[in-house]
């Protein structure tokens, strides 16, 4: 009795100092503060207000976080690398989607009381993550009906192992809310890479993201997924700005295939988004603000200004399938198919649209009104090597720009969000 009651003070004693410390450490790096061997003790036993200072090293878990902190990681001498991986078991499931139910497994699970969450100076890496099929979603932080930040944080490797052939899985970055939830997040100056589905994703009604100075690459041309590598959609808010993005080939959809297709930026039945100053580059649309026809979620009234776009293959610069929307002052340079496209192919019309001061250089057409395109404004902007500088009626432009991968008439692809 005396060995158990001298147990049950100590633990007692190390319950009370950490709620009173404003600041506790994981790992040994910091001696003068409460320690603790993992990231979920040490979230398990801080109240409200607590910094958690994860040391040099690697913690095999997932991390489930219901109240207000700061998780960051922290240098130590040389060192300044705290990694988060999958345990040695790989992902299990540990929620599902707020929208459609499907399982996901989370490396780190925000999720509602918890209203200010910080994360900063982590690595997450889903490398070996055990997942071989498609029933379970890899995402690498997920903020569920929940708020708070994410900075300066780098994750990688959201993936299936191996990458199965059309499994729409993967995220780096998750935002949701549902059921009359709240999620409002800043995703700031982020690296993520190596995604299968998509880098950084805030959907749903209720969910506001801003998304500024991240570096979001994808996988290359891959037969995994139709990647994304920014997507805000199904009625989510935000901005997108700053952005360095690209690398997202949905290698299946060629030039014959009317398939799904992926995208640097996707603004997908959301409306009033704003796109500015990013640099997207080696997908197949580089931005496309996008109605979403089957809910009856309109993508209308975006911004998309001062971006530089290159380099998107078979599909265009910019496609704004909605109304309403303000295309100015954009640097698009080599599409295979138009630098912008005033696109009525979401919902049978595109209107109100104003595309004005863009340079394009190297299109098959440097601007493109499809069918059931009006009361548009498409000039003045400034054209070099178009083969077409204003091609109006259609929206698939024929004959080809020489030296592109265009080579005959391409039906037009099905833009592909995630939605776990």
């Not at 009173?20 to 979920?40: D, E, M, N, R, Y």
């Not at 299990?92 to 499907?102: D, E, F, H, K, P």
Request: proline content about 5%; aromatic content about 4%; charged content about 10%.
């Amino acid at each position: 009795m005396r060995i158990s009651g001298l147990l049950l003070a100590a633990v007692f004693a190390v319950g009370a100092t950490t709620a009173l410390a404003q600041t506790v450490a994981v790992g040994t790096c910091k001696p003068s503060l409460v320690s603790f061997p993992t990231i979920q003790q040490a979230v398990n036993a801080s109240p409200s207000g607590v910094t958690i200072v994860v040391c040099p090293g690697t913690y095999p878990e997932q991390v489930v976080i219901g109240n207000n902190l700061t998780l960051k990681g922290t240098a130590v001498g040389n060192s300044g690398a705290s990694i988060i991986t999958p345990p040695a078991g790989g992902l299990v499931q540990n929620t599902a989607s707020l929208a459609t139910g499907n399982p996901i497994a989370a490396q780190i699970l925000v999720k509602a009381p918890a209203s200010s969450v910080t994360i900063t100076d982590l690595t997450i890496d889903g490398a070996n993550n055990g997942i071989s099929d498609c029933s379970l979603n890899p995402i690498g932080v997920y903020y569920q009906n929940a708020s708070g930040s994410l900075s300066h944080n780098s994750v990688l490797n959201q993936a299936l192992t191996p990458s199965l052939n059309g499994c729409q899985s993967g995220l780096g970055i998750f935002v949701q809310s549902g059921g009359g939830g709240v999620s409002t997040v800043s995703v700031v100056s982020n690296h993520v890479a190596n995604y299968q589905k998509n880098g950084i994703t805030g959907n749903e009604v209720g969910t506001h993201v801003t998304v500024t100075s991240n570096t979001v690459i994808g996988q290359g041309s891959t037969t995994g997924a139709a990647e994304n590598s920014i997507q805000i959609g199904f009625g989510a808010t935000g901005t997108i700005t700053k952005n360095t993005v690209g690398s997202d080939v949905w290698a299946p959809d060629t030039i014959s295939d009317p398939g799904d297709a992926a995208a640097g930026l996707l603004v997908f039945g959301s409306a009033g988004v704003t796109i500015t100053s990013n640099v997207v580059s080696d997908t197949q649309f580089g931005i496309a603000v996008v109605s979403d026809a089957f809910d009856a979620l309109p993508a209308d009234g975006a911004v998309v200004s001062k971006n530089t776009v290159s380099e998107t293959h078979i599909f265009d610069g910019i496609d704004l399938c909605s109304n309403n929307n303000s295309a100015t002052m954009n640097l698009v340079n080599g599409s295979d198919e138009a630098g912008i496209h005033v696109d009525p192919t979401c919902t049978g019309a595109a209107t109100g649209n104003t595309v004005t001061k863009n340079t394009i250089n190297s299109a098959c057409a440097g601007i493109m009104s499809g069918v059931g395109a009006s009361g548009n404004t498409t000039a003045p902007n400034t054209f070099y090597n178009a083969a077409t500088l204003q091609l109006t009626g259609t929206d698939v432009c024929t004959p080809p720009l020489a030296g592109t991968r265009k080579t005959v008439t391409k039906a037009r692809a099905r833009f592909h969000p995630a939605r776990p």
